[in-house]
């Protein structure tokens, strides 16, 4: 469990738009550890995290996409009943907002992955940390 960053890159909303997102990262080899979209009339906010965001936030820049990175919790958790609830009352209790959070998990894994996006990220890591 660590605090970690994420970037926001909004695109038209447009067949080949993402293939060119990937491919550009692809081409400077980073990863892609989570991704998420959410999409209107004419564009999508593609939300990431990636292995080198440093790398991906000048990528971005330089092609004139506009881009804004926020700090989000990145939790490698338990994939069985009851752990997302766990997660968010240990949150809740130390009057943290989760503003949004994402993860997927395939059905059979022991471990998912899970990004969530807080009003204060310190607090939210402290809290679920036992502090």
């Known amino acids: 469990m660590e605090i970690t960053r994420q970037l926001a890159i909004f695109l038209d909303n447009r067949p080949g738009t993402l293939v060119r997102v990937c491919e550009a990262l692809a081409q400077a080899r980073i990863s892609i550890h989570a991704i998420s979209t959410s999409d209107t009339v004419d564009h999508s906010v593609v939300r990431m995290v990636v292995s080198d965001t440093q790398r991906a936030l000048e990528i971005f820049e330089e092609r004139g996409t506009l881009v804004v990175e926020d700090e989000v919790l990145m939790i490698e958790g338990d994939n069985k009943s009851g752990s997302l609830a766990d997660i968010a009352r240990k949150i809740s209790a130390a009057k943290v907002n989760i503003e949004y959070l994402y993860c997927a998990t395939h059905p059979n894994s022991r471990k998912g992955l899970l ?17």
């Open 115 to 131: 990004i969530l996006r807080v009003d204060n990220a310190r607090k939210a890591l402290k809290a679920l940390n036992g502090g």
